[in-house]
């Protein structure tokens, strides 16, 4: 088990920003990807972007791509989620989640809430 604590959500208006943070417990997620995604109501759980174990590599979905960046912190088994220009459709539960087994995500923290306001 890989208990992952998201914390930093909040109501922002359109264009503003946050950075959330994922928080590791119990077990070093440092030679693992780590991966945020998002839900929103009525909507499948949408992929968000991903940092490899480094953090030399980052990847993200188009919808955020220039807007978000993810950002690591191996040394306090954290991983952030800075999010700029935000938009009202950027409402949604954000979730992080640990990769440890290829083609997976295995383990997921309990989400935090953004809401965006026009």
């Known amino acids: 088990q890989v208990p992952l604590v998201e914390s930093g959500g909040g109501v922002v208006q359109a264009g503003g920003s946050l950075r959330l943070s994922c928080i590791a417990s119990?077990?070093?997620?440092?030679?693992?990807?780590m991966g945020w995604f998002r839900q929103s109501p009525g909507k499948e759980r949408e992929f968000v972007g991903f940092?490899?174990?480094?953090?030399?590599?980052?990847y993200y979905a188009d919808s955020v791509k220039g807007r978000f960046t993810i950002s690591r912190d191996n040394a306090k088994n954290t991983v952030y989620l800075q999010m700029t220009s935000l938009k009202p459709e950027d409402t949604a539960v954000y979730f992080c989640s640990t990769g440890i087994t290829a083609g997976r995500w295995d383990y997921w923290g309990q989400g935090t809430q953004v809401t965006v306001s026009s």
């Open positions: 940092i490899s174990w480094n953090g030399d590599s980052t």
């Open positions: 119990g077990r070093t997620v440092s030679g693992y990807r």
